[in-house]
């Protein structure tokens, strides 16, 4: 059981690239989000699903888009990379009712020079 | 607007103390109340939650208290451990929890 996977671990971007960082999970989770952690900030919200065909935006969601067309990907696209999305992503997901603890990945740093 | 605050960036224990880690909330509409574990280079870990409608709850060596009328909430660990050095998050949700809203950190050390 692998859980919540996150690719690629480490990447670095040049101002105005674009990329897609992909998330997946093996639980049939319905919740799944995005989650972006910067020093002194905590964990900030960027988007979040809960389930196949729908998304919302959390607390930061300017200059990322996502998309959720089955139950277990979820990826994150960068769509110009700024320095300022320079930090570490996690993506999270859980099923709904319970204890309403997510489940991380172990995370993808990324650098935009 | 930081509406989970964590006050203290780090706190130093000494092992099989007890560790109390403080959280502070603004918004009354937060019904759930969860604490997470970091360890440098992973993911959080999920550790302990907590209902509005309870104001204790244990698991182990960890209990989380719940004060709604200071909207204050803490963390106990007891007797703490070499491997309870990590950073921790608290984290608040409303209605469904399909969002939460965290608290900048706390890294603990507890000290041999």
């Known amino acids: 059981n692998a859980g919540v996977t996150q690719t690629p671990k480490f990447q670095v971007l040049k101002t105005g690239q674009s990329m897609t960082l992909q998330c997946a999970q093996d639980m049939n989770h319905e919740y799944m989000s995005w989650y972006r952690q910067d020093p002194g900030m905590g964990l900030r919200l960027i988007h979040y699903?809960?389930?196949?065909?729908?998304?919302d935006q959390g607390e930061v969601p300017n200059g990322y888009n996502v998309s959720r067309s089955t139950t277990e990907d979820f990826p994150l696209r960068l769509l110009s990379a700024a320095p300022s999305q320079t930090s570490v992503y996690f993506c999270?997901?859980?099923?709904?009712?319970?204890?309403?603890?997510?489940?991380f990945g172990s995370g993808t740093r990324l650098t935009v020079v | 607007d930081q509406q989970v605050k964590q006050n203290s960036p780090s706190l130093s224990v000494q092992e099989g103390r007890i560790s109390i880690l403080n959280c502070d909330y603004t918004n009354s509409m937060f019904d759930y109340f969860l604490w997470y574990k970091k360890y440098p280079a992973e993911g959080p870990t999920f550790l302990i939650s907590i209902s509005s409608i309870k104001d204790k709850n244990e698991d182990g060596r960890f209990t989380v208290f719940l004060n709604k009328s200071a909207k204050h909430l803490s963390l106990h660990i007891v007797p703490s451990q070499p491997g309870d050095s990590a950073v921790y998050f608290c984290?608040?949700?409303?209605?469904?929890?399909?969002?939460?809203?965290f608290g900048q950190g706390t890294r603990l050390t507890i000290n041999p």
């Open positions: 999270a997901s859980r099923r709904t009712g319970g204890a309403y603890g997510y489940t």
């Open positions: 699903s809960v389930g196949a065909g729908i998304t």
């Open positions: 984290a608040a949700s409303w209605g469904g929890a399909q969002k939460l809203v």
